[in-house]
């Protein structure tokens, strides 16, 4: 889980920031969205620090830590995403993270909630706000190419994670 923290948090602040920066949403948006980004760091620095404390729960953990960052992407992209359309990169942290430790038909399972969350996010922001009541050809197609991404790089993630533990098994 550090792996995440490390590399997929500060990825996550970067792009949120990038958001906030560039585009100006509403003070409404900008303040809701940093007070998502602060409660998701400090749960994750929490249960990142107490894992080992709840040793006999560190696996129920470590999946609420994707499912909990996995329901902070779904807000934050809903939050943003009008503003600054890479926010769907958020959704490839959740899958990424279980690929470390989670099974190979769980990483495929949760990429393909993720991907599902994206896609309905899209869906209701298109009804809310699009022209016309609904989503585009267009848009359908970005939505499938990301959620196709989004499915491809957590199994590549998930391969990497085992050939790893391969290797290291086999130099003992």
Same mark, same amino acid.
Not at 17 to 29: C, H, N
Not at 102 to 112: D, N, P, R, S
Not at 125 to 131: D, V
């Given at each position: 889980m550090h792996i995440l923290n490390y590399y997929f948090t500060p990825f996550a602040v970067i792009l949120i920031?990038?958001?906030?920066?560039?585009?100006?949403?509403?003070?409404?948006?900008t303040y809701l969205s940093f007070g998502v980004l602060a409660a998701a760091f400090f749960a994750n620095w929490w249960l990142g620090r107490n894992t080992y404390k709840f040793l006999r729960w560190s696996r129920h953990i470590r999946a609420l830590t994707v499912w909990m960052n996995m329901a902070v992407s779904g807000a934050l992209f809903y939050l943003l995403s009008p503003y600054w359309s890479p926010m769907w990169l958020l959704f490839l942290t959740a899958p990424a993270a279980s690929a470390m430790y989670?099974?190979?038909?769980?990483?495929?399972?949760?990429?393909?909630f993720s991907s599902g969350i994206m896609i309905a996010l899209y869906y209701v922001?298109?009804?809310?706000?699009?022209?016309?009541? $609904? =989503?585009?050809?267009?848009?359908? $197609? =970005?939505a499938v190419t990301q959620a196709v991404f989004i499915i491809f790089f957590s199994m590549f993630t998930a391969a990497m994670a085992e050939m790893v533990v391969k290797v290291r098994d086999s130099m003992r």
């Open positions: 920031l990038f958001a906030i920066f560039f585009s100006e949403p509403e003070k409404q948006v989670m099974k190979k038909w769980q990483v495929f399972l949760t990429a393909l922001r298109s009804l809310a706000y699009g022209e016309g009541g $609904g =989503m585009g050809a267009q848009l359908w $197609g =970005m």
